[in-house]
T-cell receptor
Framework: DAMVIQNPRYQVTQFGKPVTLSCSQT?????MYWYQQKSSQAPKLLFH???????NEADTPDNFQSRRPNTSFCFLDIRSPGLGDAAMYLC???????????FGPGTRLTVT | DAKTTQPPSMDCAEGRAANLPCNHS???????VYWYRQIHSQGPQYIIH???NNETNEMASLIITEDRKSSTLILPHATLRDTAVYYC???????????FGAGTRLTVKP
């Protein structure tokens, strides 16, 4: 089945130690998104790629960056994780219209 | 994007219709209404969307008032597996990404 895959499902990192989260898709969708969801909160859009064009949300901290080396893969890099960055990170994909977004299961990040 | 208002929680009996309201009184003419849901420990799932007309698919029906200031998501025969947080989102089609609000936590009870 076509799907959105996130690895790892659980990631533990140390305060200030760079960490990379991975997302891949078999849907061949043009658009890939990263969302952050903190405990008991709604998902919050961090940024998205429209093909190779990167689009950052205005309030996304500089500490968060992303790479999309090809259509199938997208990475979330957190350069210096703080305790406040502990959250579920959700990857999603969509066609150009963006009406129906397909979400992966998420990666739960713990910062110690 | 227009702001949406949803009740924080609702209960529904299994087998009955679940009617989830959403207020979006500041919606613009080019903004669509979207519904997503998030079952515990899973990523959000698309349900349905619409602009003006009522919409129905295999999961749910979306009823949008004539003035488009509010809408209702209807799950016709709720099951225990429909227990989730339901998000109503208003979005311009050309703007990518969903801006999620607080949502409604629906609990379907036996």
């Amino acid at each position: 089945d076509a799907m959105v895959i996130q690895n790892p499902r659980y990631q533990v990192t140390q305060f200030g130690k760079p960490v990379t989260l991975s997302c891949s898709q078999t849907l061949n969708h043009n658009v890939m998104y990263w969302y952050q969801q903190k405990s008991s909160q709604a998902p919050k859009l961090l940024f998205h790629y429209y093909d190779k064009d990167f689009n950052n949300e205005a309030d996304t901290p500089d500490n968060f960056q992303s790479r999309r080396p090809n259509t199938s893969f997208c990475f979330l890099d957190i350069r210096s994780p703080g305790l406040g960055d502990a959250a579920m990170y959700l990857c999603a994909t969509s066609t150009r219209e963006g009406n129906e977004q397909y979400f992966g299961p998420g990666t739960r990040l713990t910062v110690t | 994007d227009a702001k949406t208002t949803q009740p924080p929680s609702m209960d529904c009996a299994e087998g009955r219709a679940a009617n989830l309201p959403c207020n979006h009184s500041t919606i613009s003419g080019n903004e669509y209404v979207y519904w997503y849901r998030q079952i515990h420990s899973q990523g959000p799932q698309y349900i349905i969307h619409g602009l003006k007309n009522n919409e129905t698919n295999e999961m749910a029906s979306l009823i949008i008032t004539e003035d488009r200031k509010s809408s209702t998501l209807i799950l016709p025969h709720a099951t225990l597996r429909d227990t989730a947080v339901y998000y109503c989102i208003v979005r311009v089609a050309e703007i990518q990404g969903m801006r999620f609000g607080a949502g409604t936590r629906l609990t379907v009870k036996p």
